[in-house]
């Protein structure tokens, strides 16, 4: 049963759970976040929402960003093209590996969950400049947020962009297979950009609802995205969506998820239930412990593995 009550008791048995991870440090401005904090928002199949322990703090979306910029890339250049570029195979590397761009014959991005797949994706995002194309994919975001009033969280922003050479290197090293058309100096704007955008857990569960409701708002009947675009979406989430802990993740809690060194998790249903957890203590594989915990916990109290 998902409850308030319910909620209450998840965040309440979890807690303790922070206190095994550690907020993200790499990019400096993450740091300041409290190990402690722990939140979970659900949207129900009858439309019901509830939320309990910090729900309400914002935090970065961080990686979660890279399915709306990938589900753009696919709206604005067709999936042939967008899967020419990026594969969509798990790769049991960290998020940020550069390895397989080496190794492999073909230097194609693994899959579009992954830093040097997202990277390339924003690079496919149309607009006439940099500004445009940010804004594109801010509008979807808010959009499957359903909070017109998202923005980005300006001291992340630019405590990522000054300290972010390796996702710099990644680009550079995609473009010097001729991958990447546009500079790499704005590509990494636009993503840093992204990835800086200030999302609550009820920001993410929404979205996670939308995608569960295969891309329609059930309250407004409004389209936000399309069918195929979701059932692609939550195939790349379910095999790549916790970079190299998915396959764990996927027998664990058996929801389409994806994580943000943020600490949020959206977790989303094939039922109509959404769900968005933030937590900013993480593991080593920089998905949020406590949130994991929690989704594992209401997946199994209720059913929610896809299989
Ligand atoms: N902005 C982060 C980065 O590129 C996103 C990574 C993540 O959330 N795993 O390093």
């Not at 440090?25 to 199949?45: A, C, Q, W």
């Not at 998020?95 to 397989?100: E, G, K, L, Y």
């Amino acid at each position: 049963m998902i409850n308030q009550q319910a909620l209450e008791k998840l965040v309440a048995e979890n807690r303790a759970i922070t206190a095994t991870g550690t907020v993200a440090s790499y990019i400096p401005k993450l740091k300041e976040k409290n190990p402690s904090d722990l939140g979970i928002y659900v949207f129900t199949e009858d439309g019901a929402e509830y939320g309990a322990g910090d729900y309400n703090t914002k935090f970065t979306i961080q990686s979660i960003s890279k399915i709306f910029v990938f589900a753009l890339a696919v709206m604005d250049n067709g999936e042939r093209e967008v899967f020419k570029l990026i594969g969509v195979e798990p790769t049991g590397d960290s998020f940020n590996s550069i390895a397989n761009l080496e190794l492999k014959d073909t230097h194609k991005p693994y899959n579009p969950m992954i830093n040097a797949g997202a990277i390339l994706a924003t690079s496919m995002i149309h607009g006439n400049n940099k500004k445009e194309k940010f804004n594109r994919i801010l509008d979807l975001i808010r959009a499957c947020c359903g909070n017109s009033s998202l923005e980005i969280n300006e001291s992340v922003y630019h405590s990522e962009k000054d300290t972010g050479d390796r996702n710099r290197a990644l680009a550079y090293f995609i473009k010097s297979y001729g991958l990447i058309e546009d500079e790499v100096d704005n590509v990494m704007d636009t993503y840093f950009k992204q990835c800086s955008i200030e999302v609550t857990c009820r920001d993410i569960a929404h979205a996670a609802w939308i995608i569960s409701n295969n891309g329609v708002n059930k309250r407004t009947g409004q389209r936000v995205l399309s069918q195929r675009i979701c059932s692609i979406l939550k195939t790349v989430m379910f095999t790549c969506g916790l970079y190299d802990a998915s396959g764990s993740f996927a027998l664990d809690v058996g929801m389409p998820s994806k994580s943000g060194v943020g600490g949020g998790i959206l977790s989303t249903t094939n039922t109509g239930i959404g769900i968005g957890v933030y937590g900013p203590a993480l593991d080593q594989k920089g998905n949020s412990v406590a949130g994991a915990a929690m989704l594992k916990a209401i997946s199994r109290d209720n059913g929610l593995a896809i299989f």
